[in-house]
């Protein structure tokens, strides 16, 4: 079974700049989670996604960042303009109802803004 | 509000050694599941073992188990036998209703 999918491994932009990733979940999984881990802390929940619909994007910084979920499969995040704080990994996980909710994760996005 | 605690930013082990991570979390609900994720430098976060709130027993994964005291709000993880393989950032997880709340980690080194 493939794993989650994410795009590109790394990138490194200037500040101001916009930016978008890339992720593919579990094939069947109707949620799909973008987190935001900045180095040395744990994961936060940016946004999450049931099928198409918005579930929660209560931690989204909505004046710079954005989401979609087209035809509830793929999902791409984006950032506009990019600030140095938004530095992190992003990482994308999805789950599929009815197993305890568990998350399976993707190998991250590494995002520099010098 | 929720929140996860682990007190050992870091942790060392021999290898073929036993090792224990710490948590304790804050939550109002009665039902809730948790995890411990490993995440190594590939940044790959990988499911170690998950317990059910409302089950006493402990789970166990092979050499990894844990120890959950549902009152105290403790969830431990022991790893058996530490393998070089298990170095990696261990995050303890409360997840209630779908969303993941996160501890801060635990960077465990293993020595060979």
């Known amino acids: 079974e493939a794993g989650v999918a994410q795009s590109p491994r790394y990138k490194i932009i200037e500040k101001r700049q916009s930016v978008a990733f890339w992720c593919n979940p579990i094939s069947g999984h109707a949620t799909l989670y973008w987190y935001q881990q900045i180095l040395g802390q744990g994961p936060k929940l940016l946004i999450q996604?049931?099928?198409?619909?918005?579930?929660?994007d209560s931690q989204l910084p909505k004046d710079r960042f954005s989401a979609e979920r087209l035809k509830g499969v793929d999902s791409t995040l984006k950032i506009q303009p990019a600030k140095l704080e938004d530095s992190a990994v992003y990482l994308c996980?999805?789950?599929?109802?009815?197993?305890?909710?568990?998350?399976?994760f993707g190998a991250g996005t590494r995002l520099s803004v010098l | 509000a929720q929140t996860v605690t682990q007190s050992q930013p870091e942790m060392s082990v021999q290898e073929a050694e036993t090792v224990t991570l710490s948590c304790t979390y804050d939550t109002s609900e009665s039902d809730y599941y948790l995890f411990w994720y490993k995440q190594p430098p590939s940044r790959q976060m990988i499911l170690v073992i998950r317990?059910?709130?409302?089950?006493?027993q402990n789970a166990t994964e092979n050499r990894f188990s844990v120890n959950f005291q549902k009152a105290a709000k403790s969830f431990s993880l022991k790893i058996s036998d530490s393998q070089l393989g298990d170095a990696a950032m261990y995050f303890c997880v409360v997840n209630q209703g779908g969303k993941l709340i996160f501890g801060q980690g635990t960077e465990l080194s293993v020595k060979p």
């Open positions: 317990q059910e709130a409302y089950k006493q």
């Open positions: 996604f049931q099928n198409n619909g918005v579930v929660d």
């Open positions: 996980a999805s789950s599929f109802m009815g197993q305890g909710n568990i998350q399976y």
